[in-house]
């Protein structure tokens, strides 16, 4: 019952999205600052995308159905 659970939800596999996420947002300009540029780096102990200005993080977790009921 659990293996095919446990095949689809491999924390390499997460980290794979999570990449692809980052380097798609890396580079781009920042939505919190005018003249800042986003960077990969680490924001409490997770891969993230921070601005190089300003510091605000992008990305935190990838969440593939992110839902926010607030
Ligand atoms: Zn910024």
């Known amino acids: 019952m659990w293996s095919d659970d446990m095949a689809s939800s491999q924390p390499s596999r997460s980290d794979e999205s999570e990449g692809q996420l980052l380097s798609?947002?890396?580079?781009?300009?920042c939505p919190a600052c005018s003249d800042g540029e986003l960077e990969r780096g680490?924001?409490?102990?997770?891969?993230?995308?921070?601005?190089?200005?300003?510091?605000?993080?992008?990305?935190q977790v990838w969440h593939p159905a992110p839902v926010r009921s607030s």
């Open 24 to 29: 798609l947002l890396e580079g781009r300009t």
């Open 42 to 59: 680490v924001y409490k102990d997770k891969r993230a995308v921070v601005c190089d200005t300003c510091g605000t993080p992008r990305v």
